[in-house]
């Protein structure tokens, strides 16, 4: 059974510039939305920050670090004797984890409709950056493929070429006569 990329034609020289043009504005809308996921998300803890009092099981997002980006992480801070930490957890789930305890009690119900809602958030971020993430992960495994395919090719290429060249007694350059005598043949 063939592959549905086998079946298509390939596009051709002369399509590939609007193929680019139409790839850069597709990774313009996913950073556009992305953007402003990023800004909800913002907004988002700030209202948590507003709702909570500043007590251990506070849930925030932080941004941190991951594989060189800022990425938006839900936490839960803990107070200890060695002071202040926050603590991962998983998005789903997360308004579960709205404490009901006496200080929290008065804006549980806020709180957790935020939570549900950077939840949501979060979910479409993820499935937002999906297809991208897939596309440089299938591109980048056949570019390098391609690329040592292609220089074996272009060595065989010019093995065979300079083989044809000693055998035939072909010169590496045309000269003027040289050409004029392949025109008129």
């Known amino acids: 059974m063939l592959n549905a990329?086998?079946?298509?034609?390939?596009?051709?020289?002369?399509?590939?510039?609007?193929?680019?043009?139409?790839?850069?504005?597709?990774a313009a809308r996913i950073a556009e939305e992305i953007a402003q996921i990023d800004q909800a998300l913002h907004g988002l803890d700030e209202l948590l920050n507003f709702l909570?009092?500043?007590?251990?099981?506070?849930?925030?997002?932080?941004?941190?670090?991951?594989?060189?980006?800022?990425v938006p992480q839900?936490?839960?801070?803990?107070?200890?004797?060695?002071?202040?930490?926050?603590?991962?957890?998983?998005?789903?789930?997360?308004?579960?984890?709205?404490?009901?305890?006496?200080?929290?009690?008065?804006?549980?119900?806020?709180?957790?409709?935020?939570?549900?809602n950077v939840t949501k958030l979060l979910t479409m971020r993820e499935q937002t950056l999906a297809p991208l993430a897939m596309f440089r992960r299938t591109t980048s495994g056949t570019l390098n493929t391609n690329r040592h395919r292609l220089v074996l090719a272009i060595a065989g290429i010019d093995i065979a070429l300079a083989t044809m060249r000693a055998v035939y007694g072909v010169s590496d350059s045309l000269t003027v006569e040289n050409a004029e005598g392949l025109a008129n043949e």
């Open 5 to 26: 990329i086998e079946t298509r034609t390939p596009p051709t020289i002369e399509q590939l510039p609007e193929i680019e043009k139409q790839a850069r504005a597709v």
């Open 52 to 70: 909570q009092p500043p007590h251990t099981g506070k849930i925030r997002i932080e941004w941190w670090k991951r594989n060189g980006r800022l």
């Open 74 to 116: 839900p936490v839960v801070w803990r107070h200890s004797a060695a002071g202040w930490r926050a603590e991962r957890v998983p998005v789903a789930g997360l308004s579960r984890r709205v404490r009901s305890a006496r200080e929290f009690h008065d804006n549980q119900k806020q709180v957790r409709a935020v939570c549900q």
